[in-house]
C-alpha cells in the first residue's frame, strides 16, 4: 500500500516520480508515436513484460502508455485494470485512479478485494466525500471477517470525510494563494522559509520541461536552494521577483539534492539536507550543519550523535522550547518508531555544540503512518506537522499541537483551506508581523507537468481576521429564546449557510468584504432579519465579533400586517416613488420566509361608488404583487384582493359630519396575511438529521402528503381580514 512516489516526497528530494517517468519519456523521444516505437508492435505478453518492468522501476507514465495498448486487446483483464489504477494512484492522477479501481472491482472483487477501499481513498483525494464514504462503507460491509487492519483505516478515512464536509462549511478566515510562477514550476516545490518579510528561501528543480536523467548532466535535475525576493510597488500582496541561486556557504552542489534549510534561533548555525541516490533513484537524505565563524559559513558537517541513524532523516527545524534549543526532524528508522516517517527531537547544548540523543516526539503526534515537516513556534509554543496516520481532509494534512518538545495536548487539523482534498506540507509561518503563513501542497491550481495534482508547489496563506456574528433567536410575544430553529445566513452572492439550534443560540464565521442577512426558520412562526456588513474591514484588522438578535412571531389564523407609507396617485392604481422602500422591505420579508403565500389586501376610502372603489382597490392591490414579481417573488405566493371602502380603519367623517382628512388617508391603505404556510418551501438540510438533502426533503413531501387530509382548508379564511398588527 505504501506509495514509491511518496519515498521521494517524504525525503524531501523535491523531485517525484513524475520526474523519473518524463526522464525515460525523453529518452525514448524517437519512438513517441506508436508507428516508430518498437514496443507497441511487440507481441501481446513481451509488451506486458515491457510494462510490468517500467512499473517496477517506478516509470508510471510510461507504463500507463503500454497498459492502455494492452487493455484496448483485453478490455476485461482486470490485472490490466489494476495496473492502470496503481500507475495513476503513483502519479497522483486522482480521478482515473477511482475509476480503474472501481472497475476491477467490479470484475473481480474476489481477486482484488482492496480495490474498492483504494477507490475510496482516490475519491476522498478529489474531494468527492460521499462517493468515498460509501467506498469504505461497501469495503467494511463486504469484508466481516477479514483485512481488520484495513477496516480501521476506512474508519478513519470515513471520519476524516465528515470533518471535511464540516470544514469546508465553516472554512478559517484564510485566503490562499499560489506563490506564482516566479516561485513555482512544473516540478514540485517545497521547504519555505521566509527571510524576514522581504524573500522567501525554498528548494525546487526549476524545470518546466521533462529532463534527462544521467549521471553526466546531474546539475540539470539536482534540487537546490533559491531565493525570491517579494516584489515592491505592486498591487498584489506577496508577489515574488525571479528566484537567483542561494549561494550563502555554498550549500548546493550538484551530487545531491538540498533542501529544507533551518536557522538556528541565533542565526549562527544553518542546518539542512543533503538527499543522495542510489540504485533504482532510490534515495537515503542526511543531515548537515554550517555553522557561521570568522564572516563566513564554514564547510557542512554531517551531524552525529545518532540523528543520522539509520533511514532517511531530514526536514530539520531548529527552534527554542522553552529556554532549550531542540532540533526537530523527521525519520523513517525502524528502532523506537511508531510506524512510517515520525517525528524526532534533539535538545542541543549550544555551550559546546553537543546535540542529545534522539527522542520520538511521542503517540501525541506520531501513528503508525506518516508524520512530516515539523515547525515549532516558539512564540506561541506550537508544533505544526503533516500527517496522514490522523484523520485528515485528503492525504497529508498540517495539524498542531501545544507543548513540546516530548509532550503535546490539543492535537488540531488546521481546517480548510489550509488543508484541502490533496497532500498539505511544510507549514511555516512568518517570522514577523501578523502571522501570514506558507504551506506545500499538489492541489489544484499548482503549477503541473502532466495532471494537475501530481506536482507540489509552494502556497501563501494570508490570515484574515477572525469574524464571528454570535445571535439568538427570540420568540417577539414571549421574550424568551426559541427552541428548533433553523437559522439562515445569506451573503450577497446568495450563498446559503444555516446553523440547527436546539435553544435559539447561533454562531457564523464571516468574512470581509460581504454583506450578510440572518433570518430564523421555523413551521409557523415569521422571521424578522438582522444584518451585517463588513465592506469596510481590512486584512490588517483585528479580530472582531459582532452579536446580533433575531425576532420571530408566531403565525396565527388571523396573522394580518400592514405596511406603511405604501402610496398611490389619486384615483389611480399607480405607486407613488415613497413607495418603494415600504414594498423593498415586504419583499425583503417574503424573501426571508419563503414558505409563506400571502394575500394582498387594498382599500379606498368612501368617495366614489361601491362598485368604483372595489375595483380600484383591486387595481391597486395588483400593482403591488406586480412590483413584488419584479422584486423576485414567485408569483404563485401572492393573491390579490380589493375591498373597496368596506372596513374601514377609521370614520371617513368627522363628529361633527363634516370631512376627515385623517380618517379617509387611514382607510387608502393596503394590509398582506399570511395565509399558507408550506414546508416544502422551505427544505433546509439539517446535518443534525439522519439523511442526505434529498432524503430529507423526499420525507418532508411524504410528511405533507399525509397530513392534507387533517389540516385546515387554508382558503377557509381569505376575505376575512381580521386584526392588524403593524
Given at each position: 500500500m505504501r506509495k514509491n512516489w511518496l519515498l521521494l516526497i517524504l525525503a524531501t528530494v523535491l523531485v517525484t516520480i513524475q520526474f523519473d517517468a518524463n526522464a525515460q519519456q525523453q529518452r525514448k523521444e524517437k519512438y513517441r508515436n506508436k508507428a516508430n516505437d518498437p514496443v507497441s508492435k511487440l507481441p501481446y505478453y513481451k509488451k506486458l513484460r515491457w510494462a510490468d518492468g517500467l512499473f517496477k522501476e517506478g516509470s508510471y507514465f510510461n507504463a500507463i502508455e503500454y497498459y492502455q495498448q494492452l487493455k484496448q486487446e483485453d478490455e476485461r483483464n482486470p490485472y490490466l485494470t489494476y495496473q492502470l489504477a496503481e500507475c495513476y494512484w503513483m502519479t497522483r492522477d486522482y480521478a482515473p485512479a477511482a475509476n480503474y479501481y472501481a472497475e476491477v472491482y467490479a470484475m473481480s472483487s474476489k481477486l482484488y478485494?482492496?480495490?474498492?477501499?483504494?477507490?475510496?481513498?482516490?475519491?476522498?483525494?478529489?474531494?468527492?466525500?460521499?462517493?468515498?464514504?460509501?467506498?469504505?462503507?461497501?469495503?467494511?460491509?463486504?469484508?466481516?471477517?477479514?483485512?481488520?487492519?484495513?477496516?480501521?483505516?476506512?474508519?478513519?478515512?470515513?471520519?476524516g470525510a465528515n470533518m471535511a464536509m464540516n470544514s469546508i462549511k465553516n472554512p478559517e478566515a484564510v485566503t490562499i494563494l499560489n506563490a506564482g510562477p516566479n516561485v513555482n514550476s512544473a516540478y514540485t516545490e517545497s521547504a519555505p522559509l521566509p527571510l524576514g518579510d522581504s524573500a522567501l528561501l525554498f528548494s525546487t528543480m526549476r524545470q518546466n520541461n521533462p529532463v534527462e536523467i544521467n549521471k553526466k548532466d546531474r546539475d540539470e535535475y539536482m534540487s537546490r536552494f533559491m531565493v525570491s525576493h517579494k516584489q515592491a510597488y505592486v498591487d498584489r500582496v506577496d508577489s515574488f521577483q525571479w528566484p537567483l541561486e542561494f549561494r550563502d556557504g555554498g550549500f548546493n552542489t550538484n551530487k545531491a539534492h538540498v533542501g529544507n534549510g533551518s536557522y538556528s534561533p541565533g542565526g549562527d548555525r544553518f542546518y539542512f539536507t543533503k538527499c543522495a541516490e542510489e540504485d533504482s533513484l532510490k534515495v537515503i537524505c542526511k543531515i548537515y550543519v554550517s555553522k557561521f565563524e570568522k564572516a563566513k559559513w564554514g564547510e557542512p558537517e554531517l551531524l552525529g550523535e545518532g540523528i543520522n541513524e539509520g533511514g532517511s532523516n531530514t526536514q530539520p527545524y531548529c527552534a527554542k522550547v522553552g529556554k532549550k534549543e531542540v532540533l526537530f526532524f523527521s525519520s523513517n528508522r525502524s528502532l523506537q518508531s511508531r510506524g512510517g516517517y515520525d517525528i524526532w527531537y534533539s535538545v542541543i547544548d549550544p555551550r559546546n555544540n553537543t546535540y542529545r540523543r534522539p527522542q520520538n516526539a511521542g503517540k501525541q503526534i506520531n501513528t503508525e503512518k506518516d508524520e512530516q515537516t515539523p515547525y515549532y513556534d516558539?512564540?506561541?509554543?506550537?508544533?505544526?506537522?503533516?500527517?496522514?496516520?490522523?484523520?485528515?481532509?485528503?492525504?497529508?494534512?498540517?495539524?498542531?499541537?501545544?507543548?513540546?518538545p516530548s509532550r503535546y495536548t490539543n492535537l488540531t487539523n488546521l481546517g480548510y483551506p489550509i488543508n484541502s482534498a490533496a497532500d498539505e506540507l511544510y507549514f511555516v509561518k512568518d517570522p514577523l508581523g501578523k502571522p501570514d503563513a506558507y504551506v506545500v501542497s499538489n492541489r489544484v491550481g499548482s503549477i503541473a507537468l502532466?495532471?494537475?495534482?501530481?506536482?507540489?508547489?509552494?502556497?501563501?496563506?494570508?490570515?484574515?481576521?477572525?469574524?464571528?456574528?454570535?445571535?439568538?433567536?427570540?420568540?417577539?410575544?414571549?421574550?424568551?429564546?426559541?427552541?428548533?430553529?433553523?437559522?439562515?445566513?445569506?451573503?450577497?452572492t446568495g450563498d446559503l449557510k444555516t446553523f440547527n439550534s436546539a435553544d435559539g443560540n447561533f454562531g457564523f464565521n464571516i468574512g470581509r468584504g460581504k454583506s450578510y442577512v440572518f433570518t430564523g426558520d421555523k413551521q409557523g412562526f415569521a422571521s424578522t432579519r438582522a444584518s451585517v456588513n463588513t465592506m469596510d474591514v481590512k486584512r490588517t484588522d483585528p479580530d472582531d465579533t459582532v452579536s446580533v438578535t433575531i425576532y420571530m412571531d408566531e403565525i396565527t389564523p388571523v396573522y394580518?400586517?400592514?405596511v406603511s407609507n405604501v402610496y398611490y396617485d389619486y384615483d389611480k392604481a399607480t405607486l407613488r416613488p415613497e413607495s418603494v422602500a415600504s414594498l423593498d422591505s415586504l419583499s425583503s420579508f417574503l424573501k426571508d420566509n419563503p414558505s409563506f403565500t400571502v394575500e394582498v389586501y387594498a382599500f379606498t376610502d368612501s368617495k366614489g361608488t361601491d362598485a368604483y372603489n372595489k375595483a380600484l382597490s383591486e387595481r391597486r392591490a395588483q400593482a403591488v404583487i406586480d412590483y413584488l414579481v419584479g422584486a423576485g417573488i414567485e408569483q404563485s405566493r401572492l393573491i390579490a384582493k380589493g375591498f373597496g371602502e368596506s372596513m374601514p380603519a377609521a370614520s371617513n367623517t368627522a363628529n361633527n359630519g363634516k370631512d376627515n382628512p385623517t380618517g379617509r388617508q387611514l382607510n387608502r391603505r393596503t394590509e398582506f396575511r399570511i395565509v399558507t404556510d408550506v414546508p416544502t418551501r422551505r427544505i433546509l438540510y439539517n446535518s443534525a438529521k439522519p439523511g442526505n438533502m434529498d432524503e430529507q426533503s423526499k420525507n418532508l413531501i411524504q410528511d405533507e402528503s399525509m397530513n392534507e387530509d387533517s389540516e385546515a382548508d387554508p382558503e377557509s379564511e381569505v376575505g376575512k381580514p381580521g386584526s392588524r398588527v403593524k
Open positions: 478485494p482492496e480495490a474498492i477501499f483504494k477507490s475510496g481513498i482516490m475519491l476522498k483525494q478529489q474531494g468527492r466525500y460521499d462517493d468515498a464514504i460509501a467506498a469504505f462503507n461497501k469495503f467494511i460491509a463486504d469484508n466481516p471477517k477479514t483485512f481488520k487492519k484495513l477496516k480501521k483505516q476506512a474508519q478513519r478515512e470515513i471520519e516558539s512564540r506561541i509554543n506550537k508544533l505544526y506537522f503533516a500527517s496522514n496516520g490522523w484523520a485528515t481532509m485528503g492525504g497529508f494534512d498540517i495539524y498542531s499541537a501545544d507543548g513540546g502532466k495532471n494537475p495534482t501530481c506536482c507540489d508547489d509552494i502556497w501563501r496563506i494570508q490570515y484574515e481576521p477572525k469574524l464571528v456574528v454570535l445571535g439568538k433567536v427570540i420568540d417577539r410575544k414571549s421574550q424568551q429564546p426559541m427552541t428548533e430553529v433553523v437559522v439562515k445566513m445569506v451573503d450577497q394580518t400586517f400592514a
